[in-house]
């Protein structure tokens, strides 16, 4: 990028200094074709693509232009600032050390699925509060995730003793 650069700028440069040498018609001539070449371009592309080193060349160049000529660029004076707002984001944007949240501690998930083992009629928010009540800070979802990840099902389907249960044995009997 910094060769293709330092080349864009270079031509630039020797074409300014050609522009020095030519008569003010051929001057005006070469403008008037180059403002009908842009506008014939802006009829057929919707968005142009540029690269880095066009970004730099029209900021450069539009610092050059007093803002009433500003028309001239395919590009408005919010656009090369936000690419000036971008340049600066990626520059002072520290990269982050580790990627997302903290998992949860083993020992929490085992306390987890220990709770859900030996109380089956518990769910996932009475798991939860008994380990707030053991100064355990997680969440209400984080306990879900850690039964539901485990294959661990809800607390109705878990328990040995509901009620649907009951009935299903029961149904078969007749009431004395």
């Known amino acids: 990028m910094v060769w293709s650069?330092?080349?864009a700028l270079t031509r630039n440069t020797l074409g300014l200094m050609l522009l020095r040498v030519r008569g003010d018609t051929a001057k005006d001539v070469e403008l008037l074709v180059l403002r009908h070449q842009v506008a014939v371009l802006r009829r057929q592309v919707n968005r142009p693509t540029l690269e880095p080193a066009d970004r730099v060349i029209l900021a450069a160049l539009s610092r050059l232009l007093p803002r009433a000529r500003w028309g001239s660029f395919f590009v408005t004076p919010a656009t090369v600032l936000r690419w000036h707002r971008d340049l600066l984001a990626r520059k002072w944007t520290y990269p982050r050390t580790s990627p997302g949240?903290?998992?949860v501690r083993l020992?929490?998930?085992?306390?987890?699925?220990?709770?859900?083992?030996e109380n089956p009629t518990w769910g996932h928010r009475r798991i939860q509060g008994e380990l707030i009540?053991?100064?355990y800070p997680v969440g209400v979802a984080t306990v879900w995730r850690i039964l539901h990840r485990a294959?661990?099902?809800p607390a109705p389907r878990r328990a040995d003793a509901c009620w649907r249960t009951f009935l299903r044995a029961n149904a078969g009997e007749t009431p004395r």
């Open 101 to 103: 949240r903290q998992s």
């Open 133 to 135: 009540g053991q100064g």
């Open 151 to 153: 294959g661990v099902d």
């Open 5 to 7: 650069l330092l080349h």
């Open 107 to 117: 020992e929490i998930r085992e306390l987890v699925l220990r709770l859900a083992r």
